[in-house]
């Protein structure tokens, strides 16, 4: 039986744009995971990259048939380009690790401790972040504190995608199937037995972050709207609210016109009500939007991802 493809273990890097990075990244995988003598497979996922990542990613599976590359069609995102891989894994255990080095491969054996200790699920806890702006830790750390009290998962808080899966865990993933996908999230959904290690989050070997502002936001939308509906829920707070105190506020008027008190009166009342319940209406109107975009999407049901090529894969495996 060729061992590339019965692996012991799946490593599955998505990469997008990582030329300067990729060299030392497989090099550093191929270190750790050659002490472990098993056999192994290395998955690169070439999220469309316009770089020459998808070059050097071909010369290493040309050079190593350990390496695999999922060419796309084009940029499909971080958290489906992680779907692909797991996908296509065929390792009893998948270890998801990015390609950039801040998750380094060398506490990858120390997950596998724990998988051989009985655990089908163990994550990397960030216990230090380093090479991260001040901005990005406050608000990763808020983030992760936030969806971990209002969702009905326990998300450890500081936990990324690096982690390793066991084999029915993995299957498990693969069944699901929506969209707007929040991996980290998902992989707790499932349950089964879960633990963590932690490691020291090392800056960007090279290259600039993929994730600007803006996607990072839409990704936080994402996994709260993936797990919970509380903001939904916070118009039917909000309203009772407002009109528990509008009751209270038109007796309060009531009593002040009839004792003859004249309080209350002119335009700036009226328009400052107007506009801040036009606000609040508006708000809670894109919060609907949030969740209505994203249902429309899912009932699409376009395909995830696309493969324009894939290398080194059993011919005789299909798409999924
Ligand atoms: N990535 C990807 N597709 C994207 C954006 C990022 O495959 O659209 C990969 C990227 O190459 C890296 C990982 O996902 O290996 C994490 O991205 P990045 O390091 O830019 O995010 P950050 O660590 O800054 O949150
Ligand atoms: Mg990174």
Redesign the pocket.
């Known amino acids: 039986m060729n061992t590339t493809s019965n692996p012991t273990f799946s490593i599955v890097?998505?990469?997008?744009?990582?030329e300067q990075i990729l060299p030392t990244f497989y090099q550093r995988v191929v270190n750790v995971m050659t002490g472990l003598e098993e056999p192994f497979e290395l998955i690169l996922?070439n999220?469309g990259c316009h770089d020459t990542s998808p070059e050097i990613m071909r010369q290493l599976h040309e050079q190593d048939p350990r390496v695999k590359v999922l060419n796309f069609s084009r940029?499909f995102?971080?958290q489906i380009?992680i779907t692909a891989g797991i996908d296509h894994a065929r390792g009893q255990a998948v270890v998801i690790i990015?390609?950039?080095l801040?998750d380094p491969p060398e506490v990858i054996p120390q997950m596998i401790d724990r998988w051989r200790e009985g655990y089908q699920v163990v994550y990397a806890i960030r216990s230090e972040r380093a090479g991260?702006t001040w901005f990005?830790k406050t608000t990763a750390s808020l983030f992760y504190r936030l969806i971990a009290r209002i969702t009905s998962i326990n998300l450890p808080v500081d936990t990324g995608d690096f982690r390793l899966m066991d084999r029915r865990v993995v299957d498990a993933m693969v069944q699901i199937r929506e969209y707007h996908r929040f991996m980290r999230g998902l992989s707790v959904w499932v349950g089964f037995k879960q633990t963590g290690v932690p490691y020291k989050r090392e800056a960007?070997a090279a290259g600039?972050?993929?994730?600007p502002f803006r996607k990072?936001l839409r990704f936080a939308f994402d996994g709260i709207t993936s797990f919970s509906y509380l903001p939904l829920q916070l118009a039917t707070y909000m309203g009772f609210i407002v009109a528990g105190l509008s009751v209270l506020f038109i007796l309060v008027a009531m009593g002040l016109r009839l004792s003859g008190i004249e309080a209350f009166k002119g335009q700036a009342t009226t328009l400052v009500s107007v506009l801040f319940m036009g606000g609040v209406q508006l708000i809670f109107l894109g919060i609907i939007g949030e969740y209505l975009g994203r249902i429309y999407n899912e009932v699409k049901h376009r395909p995830l991802y696309l493969v324009a090529e894939s290398l080194g894969f059993d011919t005789s495996e299909r798409e999924p």
């Open positions: 890097a998505p990469v997008y744009n990582e996922v999220d940029n995102g971080h380009a990015d390609s950039d801040q991260e990005k960007r600039t972050t993929k994730y990072m």
